[in-house]
């Protein structure tokens, strides 16, 4: 079965850096877009980044333009994120997701999460 498996969260200063990974199997990695999700406490859950199957088309959401970066090393299996100049904002737990679309509908496969918690 598909499983994603993030690492890398922890604790940050505000301006400071992390980088997080995700770890893919069960899947033919090389043929799927990945994308990054964040959800902080009592919001919604939002797309920061994608990165398309052979990681030559990123997407980023606007609020981590230009501080987060989004890679892939398809003979790994596995994705980045990397995030610069992090801000209390940017405090919430990110999730590795993928997905793809069958019989009308897209299947997505989602990580546990790891917990990024940038202090003031």
């Known amino acids: 079965q598909v499983q994603l498996v993030e690492s890398g969260g922890g604790l940050v200063q505000a301006g400071g850096s992390l980088r997080l990974s995700c770890a893919a199997s069960g899947l033919a990695f090389d043929n799927y877009a990945m994308n990054w999700y964040r959800q902080a406490p009592g919001k919604e859950r939002e797309q920061v980044a994608t990165i398309s199957a052979d990681g030559g088309t990123t997407t980023y959401a606007d609020s981590v333009k230009g501080r987060f970066t989004i890679s892939r090393h398809n003979a790994k299996n596995t994705v980045y994120l990397q995030m610069s100049s992090l801000k209390p904002e940017d405090t919430a737990v990110y999730y590795c997701?993928?997905?793809?679309?069958?019989?009308?509908?897209?299947?997505?496969?989602w990580g546990q999460g790891t917990q990024v918690t940038v202090s003031s």
């Open positions: 997701n993928t997905a793809y679309y069958s019989g009308g509908y897209y299947i997505h496969y």
